[in-house]
Nanobody, 119 residues
């Protein structure tokens, strides 16, 4: 059994900051890529940022220069530091991780955490 538990969402004014955390627990051999996705009402889920096991990161164009993804492999945790937040960043944010339990990496998802940015 593997669980991804997110925390850190909330309500913030435009221009403010939030940090999301996602901790993986359970029967884990190795974690490959980890990432954050978001889904706004009426929209498709979209990739926000992803980070490899080696620390290489990529970002959606809409968040480049404002968001930073990082991970602590010893804690099986991924973070998303969000600065200069805009109302259009309002969404449910989901953590994603490709986890190896035996041989083949499988995708796992967190339950989602709401981020609301007021104008």
């Amino acid at each position: 059994q593997v669980q991804l538990v997110e925390s850190g969402g909330g309500l913030v004014q435009a221009g403010g900051s939030l940090t999301l955390s996602c901790a993986a627990s359970g029967s884990i051999f190795r974690i490959n890529d980890m990432g954050w996705y978001r889904q706004a009402p009426g929209s498709q889920r979209e990739l926000v940022a992803a980070i490899t096991s080696g620390g290489g990161a990529n970002y959606a164009d809409s968040v480049k220069g404002r968001f930073t993804i990082s991970r602590d492999s010893a804690k099986n945790t991924v973070y998303l530091q969000m600065n200069s937040l805009k109302p259009e960043d309002t969404a449910v944010y989901y953590c994603n991780a490709y986890i190896v339990r035996v041989a083949i990496p499988q995708p796992y998802w967190g339950q989602g955490t709401q981020v609301t940015v007021s104008s």
